[in-house]
């Protein structure tokens, strides 16, 4: 652009113009070298050190042996995975219509909609949990709403401080950006396309499976990657809805951190979820990437 | 589906068989059907926690005890509920206007300029994005104990400021991306100065991706649990109060109280900040170009 409509007397300024994305970049560039990487790099290294109370210097891999072999976490690790595939499934199965409701049925309402959509990602996220906990708790709306018509005659307790509870709470909070993906992906398929689907007499289950997932595939691994990494490592929703039994990755590692002060087995754990986070969003975002799947 | 619609015979209707004109209206009565049940799910328990905000009792269970206002007398003369929202309002607001300069200024760099290292820089900004917030919080925590930086709303902010801003660099790339480069080339042979430019060529055009950015940037900050969490020392915000309060006790009306006001100014914060948008893009599209600016950042 600069060499074909900037007149030659402007020339000279050449030596500026190649300052000029120095500029633009070193300010955005220098904020995240020193607040996101250097305190990557300083969790690296304090994952890789003794305790303070071991007395040993020198580096070390035992924090995260020490986490990996224990059967303790490695239940943790499987509760966190059962919730946040739940959660993510329970999302997906509602997404996928709901996309389609607004991408193609929703008419005058499309944008409306849209803004409720937003709306409930910007309230937050803490009164919602909390709206939850008040809705599902032991002497909560729904029970004493149960109760009160002489469904039940005890308070049911499982409602609340349970996986159930976290699953609830979690699928709910994240819907947004389940959708918005999937959305964006029907915006941009030609409608034709279902027509002529229909003239070749595929019904519509065929329809649905050969037409319109290969093409909106590609924003489901997208939503996969905004939505799945946050309900992998929530620890807010568990530690107000969990109890024990919705205990999550998230509170061990808070529990760590701050509550037994143990910096270095805290942040091995971190970069253990942090490589598991690294290596989903690869997938995530390599799938996402592939125009056509196979069927 | 778009299968499941079976084209309409022609001739009159009575001729249709019941069972066949209710499948006709199925899929119109599930897509409502649907919608109200999310809308249900999102909405209910917040509207149920504004409700029993106005419930003259101090737990909040049925049945209905009457109404007060009550808890928004406590609330408003409660300290500690008072310093959390100012608390939130003032760092939200601060991050909101740094991330806002940081955010142009990178993705005008990254979309319009060639530079040595541009793969990487881009990497960086995108990475910040995916990498979960309580990860950020951790390692934010032990970098500042390690320099032995006192945690306060300053390292808040700053926390803060790192992971909103790649979020203003997506959104406003998209709008650059989206904007045809011939516009700018055409000012440019017409005479147009590198600020003229900017000012009546670049400006009007991005003004609807500037102020999406701002409203996302302002609700991640004044939202954001988990890193204010772990680098708030002993200084709390909004969502860190709600956190403390209920971790100590049970459900507590003035909690419902303070929720409502907050939840009430963000509904009139996004409602208003739509209406404006939609005069910001009325001349170019309208509606179209509104559903592009939400779905513009996932593309």
């Known amino acids: 652009m600069e060499s074909a409509s900037v007149p030659l007397e402007r020339a000279p300024k050449r030596g500026r113009s190649r300052l000029r994305p120095f500029a633009f970049m070193s300010a955005p560039t ?65 997404a996928v219509p709901l996309a389609y409701v607004l991408a193609f049925k929703a008419g005058r309402w499309e944008l409306p909609l849209l803004l409720f959509l937003v709306l409930a990602d910007e309230l937050n996220p803490m009164v919602r949990i909390y709206s939850w906990r008040m809705l599902l708790g032991r002497e909560g709306l729904i029970n004493s709403a149960l109760m009160e018509i002489g469904i039940v005659n005890k308070p049911v307790d499982a409602l609340l401080f349970s996986e159930f509870a976290v699953i609830i709470v979690l699928a709910t909070s994240y819907l947004t950006y389940t959708v918005i993906p999937i959305y964006a992906a029907m915006k941009a398929i030609d409608r034709n396309l279902f027509e002529a689907a229909l003239d070749l007499g595929a019904g519509w289950w065929v329809s649905a499976r050969r037409v319109l997932l290969p093409l909106i595939a590609p924003g489901i691994f997208i939503a996969l990657l905004l939505v799945y990494i946050p309900l992998f490592t929530d620890f807010a929703s568990p530690a107000l809805v969990g109890g024990s039994s ?35 969003a690869v997938v995530a975002y390599r799938l996402s990437k592939i125009r056509q799947l196979e069927s | ?31 409502v059907c649907l919608t109200a049940f999310v809308l249900l799910v999102l909405f209910g328990p917040v509207l149920m926690l504004a409700l029993f905000s106005f419930n003259d ?97 300053q390292t808040i902010g700053l926390m803060h400021l790192v992971v909103t801003f790649p979020l203003v660099v997506a959104i406003i790339s998209a709008g650059l991306v989206r904007f045809s480069r011939s516009l700018e080339e055409a000012a440019i042979d017409l005479g147009a100065s590198q600020l003229q430019l900017m000012r009546y060529v670049v400006l009007p055009h991005i003004a609807p991706s500037l102020a999406a950015a701002g409203i996302f940037a302002f609700a991640w900050s004044f939202n954001n649990f988990e890193i204010s969490f772990f680098l708030g020392g002993f200084e709390q915000t909004f969502p860190v109060w709600v956190f403390s309060i209920l971790r100590q006790s049970e459900n507590l009306p ?34 179209s170009a509104l559903t592009e600016l939400v779905t513009g950042g996932v593309r």
């Open chain 2, 1 to 31: 589906m778009p299968g499941a619609r079976p084209v309409a015979p022609e001739g009159p209707r009575r001729d249709v068989p019941l069972s066949y004109r209710v499948r006709l209206r199925m899929p119109a009565v599930a897509s």
């Open chain 2, 57 to 153: 009792s101090s737990i909040i269970s049925l049945p209905w005890e009457g109404f007060t206002t009550h808890w928004y007398e406590e609330a408003s003369s409660d300290n500690q509920a008072h310093d959390a929202v100012l608390n939130s309002l003032l760092v939200a607001s601060i991050v909101t206007v740094g991330s806002l300069l940081l955010g142009t200024l990178a993705a005008w760099g990254l979309t319009r300029l060639r530079f040595p290292g541009r793969g990487f820089v881009a990497g960086l900004h995108g990475s910040v994005l995916v990498v979960p917030w309580l990860i950020i919080g951790v390692a934010g925590l032990i970098f500042f104990s390690e320099l032995g930086v006192t945690l306060s709303l």
């Open chain 1, 246 to 280: 919705g205990y999550m990755l998230g509170n061990a590692v808070q529990d760590l951190v701050l509550e037994s002060g143990d910096l270095n087995a805290g942040a091995a754990m971190s970069m253990l979820m942090l490589a598991a986070s690294a290596i989903f």
């Open chain 2, 254 to 287: 003035l909690v419902n109280a303070v929720s409502t006001v907050i939840a009430l100014a963000q509904v009139v914060a996004v409602v208003g900040a739509w209406r404006l948008m939609k005069r910001l893009t009325r001349n170019r599209g309208g509606d």
């Open chain 1, 30 to 94: 220098v904020l995240l070298l020193l607040l996101f990487l250097m305190p990557m790099g300083v969790m690296l290294v304090i994952s890789l050190e003794h305790g303070v109370l071991s007395g040993e210097s020198g580096f070390t891999v035992s924090n995260f042996t020490d986490i990996v072999t224990d059967p303790l976490y490695r239940e943790v690790a499987l509760t966190t995975v059962i919730i946040a595939t739940s959660a993510m499934l329970i999302q997906l199965v509602i």
